[in-house]
């Protein structure tokens, strides 16, 4: 291999890694503190997706707190909250044809959703990148961070872009070009759930040592435009039971009204699943036949498609965030509370909280260990706290006690019963042999409700530069054969929403085929593979999904 070019170096005073709520908040509140100090700082954004926004996507209902205290005038500001929630449905599904409709004061408090929002993350995060600009923030599109760089006292230097133009041969093109190393006084990982960046520094500083075991759910969405006279702008739905139940496994479902006869609908499979024959891309098919889904859908056009692997094990789960000249913040720190279902609120809060935290360590009033003070201190942590034992309850009970639990927990008692429930088993661990089991005959998609993997994956308008080394990385590659098919039957062709992984047959035997340019960056293999054998690492810049609206 002939000698590369050297990288070039960039000195800032805070470098953070993802554009997603959290690192654009962050990046916001530091600005803000900084004018009003009349202070010079400098901060970056690094961001993986080939625009803010593009690989954003959630259900989502947003609850505006943490945005009023971020930005107060935020209406003002057009910031995209349009559709205010009208109405809560709530439904435990028992099959195909039924559906028991729970009343509101049955419904565990923090799931109402009086005073949030029906959103587009991806939107909202666009808007708060246009904010940070204007404050003077510096954000580059197109440029993961892809590897931590580190001082030789082992604290935490900044990180380096990934380098471009590589053959899948390993070989540098003609094109190639070194990534960049930004030094920085302090760094923030926001990379979202399950960052490759984030699992590095929780293993290697063991911040998950005090912390029980994280759970991971896959979230997957559609986005669809609807006849009018079915539309309901501001109606929430959310479900539980069919059609995970039907083969053993949990989560939720839910179906948004958003303005323009818009509807998101999707399915949340937690990923502690046993059977390793679930698809959950094929559960979300069969969902959308149920009539309370077919009668918003019928008539109307798929537009939008996409996955996202969701973090749930709250608070309980939640590692330490402090690093030597670093923090984890958001979904990287668990910060989803699940009770709600909602996410992008606790985010941006834990982002805000570490600009504040940030703030006074450069200018020598505090140090960053002060932030899980500040954490502790704050409407955040309460947040989370009420609500530590609800994943928990759901996992170890079943949808029907566990969510009776939360009732009294959350309705009665204000989330301070005093247990702490646990789920020690990782996801990965869960799965049996698929001789337990029989294989799951999921019926064909119709073309008119439910639709294949490749259609879909085509909505995302996922791309990658296909001569490219795979991202997608196996640490011994016979394991995928031997104990994966031989054991499991293969399951990662199943939890994979996007068709990346197949097992082709050929005369000897079944050899594993990774379509890399497929991939959605959902996460969900790094999570659920039963051998830990594939680990998720970032693609060239701008590779991936293109979300315009999720």
């Known amino acids: 291999m002939s000698e590369q070019p050297e990288r070039e170096s960039m000195e800032v005073d805070v470098v953070i890694v993802?554009?997603?709520?959290?690192?654009?908040?962050?990046?916001?509140?530091?600005?803000?503190?900084?004018?009003?100090?009349?202070?010079?700082?400098?901060?970056?954004?690094?961001?993986?997706?080939?625009?803010?926004?593009?690989?954003?996507?959630?259900?989502?209902?947003?609850?505006?707190?943490?945005?009023?205290?971020l930005f107060p005038n935020w209406k003002e500001m057009d910031a995209p909250l349009n559709t205010e929630v009208k109405r809560d449905k709530v439904f435990m599904f028992r099959s195909l044809q039924k559906a028991i409709s729970m009343p509101l004061w049955m419904v565990p408090k923090p799931m109402h959703n009086d005073g949030n929002y029906i959103i587009s993350l991806g939107e909202v995060c666009r808007w708060l990148g246009e904010q940070a600009e204007a404050l003077g923030v510096e954000i580059f599109p197109g440029f993961p961070a892809s590897e931590v760089l580190y001082h030789e006292d082992g604290s935490i230097k900044g990180i380096a872009t990934g380098e471009m133009g590589r053959g899948s041969d390993g070989e540098a093109k003609a094109s190639y070009e070194p990534g960049m190393e930004l030094h920085a006084k302090v760094t923030l990982f926001a990379e979202g759930c399950r960052g490759h960046l984030g699992k590095e520094l929780i293993?290697?500083?063991?911040?998950?040592?005090?912390?029980?075991?994280?759970?991971?759910?896959?979230?997957?969405?559609?986005?669809?435009?609807?006849?009018?006279?079915?539309?309901?702008?501001?109606?929430?739905?959310?479900?539980?039971?069919?059609?995970?139940?039907?083969?053993?496994?949990?989560?939720?479902?839910?179906?948004?009204?958003?303005?323009?006869?818009?509807?998101?609908?999707?399915?949340?499979?937690?990923?502690?699943?046993?059977?390793?024959?679930?698809?959950?891309?094929?559960?979300?098919?069969?969902?959308?036949?149920?009539?309370?889904?077919?009668?918003?859908?019928?008539?109307?056009?798929?537009?939008?498609?996409?996955?996202?692997?969701?973090t749930k094990g709250g608070l309980n789960a939640l590692p330490k965030m402090v690093l030597p000249n670093g923090l984890l913040i958001g979904c990287d720190a668990g910060?989803?509370?699940?009770?709600?279902?909602?996410?992008?609120?606790?985010?941006?809060?834990?982002?805000?909280?570490?600009?504040?935290?940030?703030?006074?360590?450069l200018n020598g009033e505090a140090e960053l260990q002060s932030y899980e003070v500040n954490f502790k201190n704050s409407w955040l942590y309460q947040?989370?706290?009420?609500?530590?034992?609800?994943?928990?309850?759901?996992?170890?009970?079943?949808?029907?006690?566990?969510?009776?639990?939360?009732?009294?927990?959350?309705?009665?008692?204000?989330?301070?019963?005093?247990?702490?429930?646990?789920?020690?088993?990782p996801d990965h661990e869960s799965l049996k042999p698929a001789s337990a089991f029989k294989p799951i005959d999921y019926?064909?998609?119709?073309?008119?409700?439910?639709?294949?993997?490749?259609?879909?994956?085509?909505?995302?308008?996922?791309?990658?530069?296909?001569?490219?080394?795979?991202?997608?990385?196996?640490?011994?590659?016979?394991?995928?054969?031997?104990?994966?098919?031989?054991?499991?039957?293969?399951?990662?062709?199943?939890?994979?929403?996007?068709?990346?992984?197949?097992?082709?047959?050929?005369?000897?035997?079944?050899?594993?085929?990774?379509?890399?340019?497929?991939?959605?960056?959902?996460?969900?293999?790094?999570?659920?593979?039963?051998?830990q054998n594939i680990n998720w690492v970032t693609p060239e810049g701008t590779g991936g999904p293109n979300y315009a609206t999720m």
């Open 383 to 425: 947040e989370l706290y009420k609500s530590r034992n609800f994943g928990a309850a759901m996992h170890k009970l079943g949808t029907w006690l566990g969510g009776a639990y939360n009732f009294i927990d959350q309705n009665i008692f204000n989330g301070k019963l005093p247990f702490k429930l646990t789920d020690p088993t």
């Open 203 to 310: 293993s290697k500083f063991n911040l998950d040592k005090e912390s029980q075991t994280q759970h991971y759910g896959i979230g997957i969405k559609e986005l669809w435009k609807i006849d009018g006279d079915k539309h309901e702008p501001g109606l929430v739905v959310h479900g539980a039971g069919w059609p995970l139940s039907e083969n053993g496994a949990s989560g939720g479902s839910f179906l948004y009204h958003l303005g323009d006869n818009m509807v998101s609908l999707g399915l949340i499979t937690d990923l502690s699943y046993d059977n390793p024959y679930i698809s959950p891309f094929d559960e979300l098919q069969r969902l959308k036949h149920h009539p309370e889904f077919k009668q918003y859908l019928e008539g109307g056009e798929r537009v939008a498609y996409g996955a996202r692997a969701i």
């Open 443 to 531: 019926p064909k998609p119709d073309g008119k409700l439910s639709f294949d993997k490749t259609s879909s994956v085509y909505l995302s308008s996922t791309n990658h530069e296909e001569d490219q080394p795979i991202h997608l990385k196996l640490a011994q590659t016979s394991i995928a054969v031997e104990t994966n098919y031989a054991t499991y039957a293969g399951p990662e062709q199943r939890f994979c929403p996007a068709g990346v992984y197949e097992f082709e047959n050929t005369d000897t035997e079944p050899k594993l085929r990774i379509n890399a340019q497929n991939c959605v960056h959902c996460k969900t293999c790094d999570i659920k593979d039963p051998t």
């Open 18 to 69: 993802g554009a997603g709520p959290a690192g654009l908040s962050a990046a916001c509140r530091l600005m803000q503190m900084a004018q009003e100090k009349e202070q010079e700082l400098s901060v970056v954004v690094l961001e993986k997706g080939s625009e803010v926004g593009a690989h954003i996507l959630s259900g989502a209902i947003f609850e505006p707190r943490a945005l009023n205290e």
């Open 335 to 361: 910060t989803l509370n699940f009770s709600k279902i909602k996410g992008s609120h606790t985010a941006m809060k834990s982002g805000m909280i570490a600009a504040e935290t940030v703030f006074a360590t």
